[in-house]
């Protein structure tokens, strides 16, 4: 049980930074600052939207319109932060695992 645990954590942690990697790949794209027409820039770009949009999107669905703010991201993380919390506080003591 412990192993799961861990790579629970080890998950919601890669997550964590792949979220914040999209974020800021957003903004660069947006003000022109990476080439948009390079391939390799692309495909970062490619494999981050897929890897968070499936995340993203529902979030986005019940948020109100921000104008051009898109806080969904913030959204996430604070999701992801709750879950690995839990994780800790309620649900390993249940089964008597050490803290991490």
Avoid: C, K
Avoid at 19 to 25: C, D, E, H, L, N
Avoid at 47 to 74: C, F, K, N, Q, V
């Amino acid at each position: 049980m412990i192993a799961v645990f861990y790579t629970l954590h080890a998950a919601i942690n890669i997550y964590w930074y792949i979220v914040i990697g999209a974020a800021i790949f957003s903004w660069l794209y947006a003000f022109n600052v990476v080439n948009s027409r390079n391939q390799l820039v692309d495909s970062i770009g490619n494999m981050l939207y897929r890897l968070t949009e499936p995340a993203l999107r529902p979030i986005r669905r019940i948020l109100p319109d921000l104008g051009g703010i898109d806080i969904s991201p913030i959204i996430l993380l604070l999701a992801l932060t709750f879950i690995s919390v839990f994780l800790d506080t309620t649900v390993q003591p249940i089964f008597g695992i050490g803290s991490m």
